[in-house]
């Protein structure tokens, strides 16, 4: 379905690691999480909290919200929207979105 196309060795960017739901992935420097997680066959991404249908990016350009995930502990990230930084801690949602209690 989704696959990336092969660059030549000068153009390739470093790869670094990220982690989701724990586990060790592999991803270049500068795509975007989304690109990432699907390149690592990451799907789905979450699931709809009434029917439990699963969601992955459709539009890749923040306009769906279909790739929302938590990053290092930010709720509701749209993974199409940002870069891949090594280190990252990604969670997959479940259920219904958290709110946070009023202060």
């Known amino acids: 379905m989704f696959r990336t196309m092969p660059l030549p060795t000068r153009d390739q960017r470093r790869v670094?690691?990220?982690?989701?739901?724990?586990?060790?992935?592999?991803?270049?420097?500068?795509?975007?999480?989304?690109?990432?997680?699907?390149?690592?066959?990451?799907?789905?991404?979450?699931?709809?909290?009434?029917s439990g249908q699963p969601r992955a990016p459709l539009c890749l350009m923040g306009v769906c919200f279909d790739c929302l995930v938590e990053v290092d502990g930010a709720r509701n990230v749209?993974?199409?929207?940002?870069?891949?930084?090594?280190?990252?801690?990604?969670?997959?949602?479940?259920?219904?979105r958290q709110m946070r209690a009023p202060a």
């Open 16 to 50: 670094v690691e990220i982690f989701v739901e724990g586990r060790s992935v592999p991803a270049r420097e500068g795509d975007t999480l989304a690109a990432a997680l699907l390149n690592a066959r990451v799907v789905p991404f979450r699931r709809t909290p009434v």
């Open 78 to 96: 749209q993974s199409c929207m940002v870069q891949v930084r090594a280190g990252m801690q990604v969670r997959l949602p479940t259920g219904a």
